[in-house]
């Protein structure tokens, strides 16, 4: 589905015993060759620790080659992330939404992004009341990038949020679209 593509991108699942044989970054570059620009872990589904005895080699090889890191918090607890984010600082962690809001864990998430430069959150799923205002007061919108739920939800309300909140334009911008490129850099050749 993406050979050939250059506007379309994929997010590898990985699992520990992709290092099992090897060291598992044949696998993962070889991936990024072929179009997959970030990895997720679904540790309580596929039944697997996230400590570094299990996991220490993807998340190291991810660090090394500026592969993003995209967690669900029904899967990976907030400690969990807060300890990915301090033993890999050059990883980038991404909160992702999805269909369990994370409007109850917005005192973890925000002192998360106020404690690690390297986590991200995905907006599709900040919807408390003037939540964008807060997070802008509190610790900037540099580490928040737009995400929609599409095609499981219409975007107009994820992107409504944004565009009706009192942010600065630029933070706005950040949102829809900067703060991405920054996490993704093939976006920047993209849109050339």
Not at 72 to 96: A, G, K, N
Not at 135 to 159: E, K, Q, V
């Amino acid at each position: 589905l993406l050979k050939g593509q250059n506007d379309f991108f994929g997010c590898m699942v990985l699992t520990p015993d992709i290092c099992f044989k090897d060291n598992g970054s044949g696998y993962i570059l070889g991936m990024k060759d072929k179009g997959f620009i970030a990895a997720r872990m679904f540790p309580k589904t596929f039944m697997h620790s996230m400590s570094d005895y299990a996991t220490g080699k993807l998340l190291k090889i991810l660090e090394e080659n500026h592969i993003p890191l995209m967690l669900w918090h029904t899967q990976v607890s907030f400690d969990e992330m807060d300890r990915i984010c301090s033993d890999y600082p050059d990883l980038i962690v991404i909160l992702e939404g999805h269909d369990r809001k994370y409007l109850y864990h917005a005192r973890d998430y925000t002192a998360l992004l106020l404690k690690h430069k390297n986590f991200y959150i995905e907006t599709h799923n900040i919807v408390l009341f003037r939540e964008y205002e807060t997070l802008a007061d509190i610790c900037g919108c540099d580490n928040l990038l737009y995400g929609s739920y599409f095609p499981y939800i219409t975007p107009h309300f994820s992107m409504h949020q944004i565009v009706a909140a009192e942010i600065t334009e630029k933070q706005k911008k950040d949102i829809f679209y900067e703060n991405s490129k920054r996490v993704f850099p093939i976006l920047k050749e993209v849109t050339k």
